[in-house]
């Protein structure tokens, strides 16, 4: 992985579609070797169906789903397309047809979720095959169109807490040459092993966090890339490309480094001042007067101990500038991963209302610790940096109004039902986000559910992809959620204090310099 040192700049791959292939292929090409251009991976699959169902502005998805059939002789880009594209668009308030909803059952025993009595030999589940292969072209399409034209290297960015689509969408990513896969939210153990191996075709697994388990019980996920589409996708071995995981502190970046399976090529140490999700605290949740919790020295990372496992690293949150950059080399680091900033260029998937609407609290004098604050909104459990707008759910009249619904469910748990008189026992999935009344009846915690956010929904409506829904008796889109970091420094600077819109070659040459 000799290019990832000469990286000095990767454009983070934030929330669902803000890093499209847009803006991923305008960062990569740039500075092409220098630059990474990175797309989320986050809910490809409702993305790609809901903007096929908008009239594909542009064909790209079409394009790119048809460039999918060709390459491996299959149609299911075609049948994809089929099944949703709608011709010159749905009507303005008419609802999204849904991706069908990532859920598992056991393998070989088609929506079968009973689970035996206690058992000693792992259980694996799947999901169905149209979803599979939904999940692997559209990955596929997105890394394909940030691609398309040049020979920049292209990243896709994956949250481990969303586990169920994450090796199919690795695959498909890869199987479109994707040169780089970031994993956060998580730990990310074993899955450079698993890339390595995908990389080859060969049949994976992925363990899955399944609550109410008994001791010694193991769940796993499993993918044989050659049973898919009769094997037409496995038809020569793929360039295996750099694994580089997310860590906040040294003692998850060593011990990955030691991996008893496969270390990753590098890491992204993310501050706790960076949008979208972040590490928790250390120690007891201790909050500020707004609720934000309170981080301490305990939680800088030790450079030092990251810089003697010998691996690059690359240094992210409030390092949008080029003097963060030269401290971040001297500090050792390859470079720095940038997300604020990119996210609020004219390349970036955000819907332009919400571009405008942050600047225009910037020309109106707003601080960044009034812009953006640090919330236990997410149904992770994972702190997370929510912009306070108008009208979204960062307000809390918003959300009260906002009638709670898990109809997307990438966040949702797994865990098993108590035993029935025979010993089984039911494979249930549930969300903190969700009516309050499902999930108390899926052994939740009634405590758990206060101030939950619905991210799914609300993020597909921060890039304009939001659903139809009745408010109040009258048609209205899902309000959306908006996430950045701490720093807005760079996004005053290249906006001219919220004056003027600003592209993705301008976060670049800021940070880079002239070239």
Not at 66 to 75: I, K, N, Q, T
Request: glycine share 12%.
């Amino acid at each position: 992985m000799e290019f990832l040192k000469n990286i000095k700049l990767i454009q983070g791959g934030m929330g669902v579609y803000v890093s499209n292939w847009r803006l991923a292929r305008a960062v990569s090409m740039e500075r092409p070797g220098v630059t990474a251009g990175t797309v989320s991976g986050t809910a490809l699959d409702f993305v790609h169906v809901r903007l096929l169902q908008l009239g594909d502005p542009g064909g790209h998805i079409r394009r790119a789903l048809a460039a999918f059939d060709a390459r491996f002789g299959v149609e299911i880009g075609q049948k994809i397309c089929d099944r949703y594209f709608i011709e010159g668009g749905k009507a303005p308030m008419a609802r999204f047809k849904n991706a069908p909803k990532q859920a598992v059952h056991l393998q070989g025993d088609g929506s079968g979720v009973l689970i035996p009595a206690q058992q000693a030999e792992p259980v694996t589940l799947e999901m169905s095959d149209e979803l599979i292969e939904l999940l692997i072209a559209t990955a596929f399409a997105e890394v394909w169109l940030a691609k398309e034209g040049h020979n920049g290297r292209v990243f896709i960015n994956f949250l481990k807490k969303i586990e169920l689509p994450l090796i199919f969408a690795m695959y498909g990513a890869m199987l479109a040459g994707v040169a780089g896969i970031i994993v956060g939210a998580g730990n990310p153990e074993g899955l450079p092993a698993v890339c390595t191996r995908l990389a080859n075709h060969q049949e994976v697994s992925s363990d899955l966090q399944v609550l109410y388990r008994e001791a010694g019980e193991a769940f796993y996920m499993t993918f044989d890339p050659r049973k898919v589409a009769d094997g037409r996708l496995a038809q020569k071995p793929l360039e295996r490309p750099a694994f580089l995981a997310i860590a906040s502190l040294h003692n998850l970046v060593e011990a990955l480094a030691h991996s008893p399976t496969e270390a990753p090529d590098g890491f992204i140490i993310e501050h706790h001042t960076a949008g979208g999700h972040n590490a928790g605290p250390q120690g007891p949740l201790v909050k500020d007067s707004l609720g934000q919790p309170i981080y301490g020295s305990e939680d800088e990372p030790d450079l030092e101990a990251i810089r003697q496992t010998g691996l690059p690293f690359w240094l992210a949150g409030g390092y949008g500038s080029r003097e963060r950059l030269q401290q971040a080399l001297k500090a050792g680091a390859a470079g720095v991963q940038v997300g604020s900033a990119f996210a609020l260029c004219e390349d970036s998937g955000m819907k332009a209302a919400y571009r405008t609407a942050i600047f225009n609290a910037i020309k109106r004098g707003a601080s960044d610790d009034e812009l953006v604050r640090t919330t236990l909104f997410s149904p992770t459990g994972y702190p997370f940096k929510v912009v306070q707008l108008e009208g979204t759910l960062s307000d809390d009249a918003v959300y009260r109004r906002r009638r709670r619904v898990c109809d997307i469910g990438l966040l949702q748990q797994r865990g098993l039902s108590k035993p029935a008189e025979d010993g089984t026992r039911r494979l249930f999935q549930r969300c903190p986000a969700a009516p309050i009344e499902e999930y108390v009846g899926k052994r939740g915690l009634l405590p758990n559910t206060e101030e939950k956010r619905c991210l799914c929904n609300g993020l597909l409506a921060s890039v304009g992809l939001g659903q139809a829904i009745n408010q109040d008796g009258e048609l209205a889109e899902e309000p959306a959620i908006v996430t950045l970091g701490n720093h807005l420094d760079g996004i005053r600077r290249l906006s001219r204090q919220g004056q003027s819109p600003y592209w993705a070659r301008d976060v670049v040459n800021d940070i880079l310099g002239p070239a």
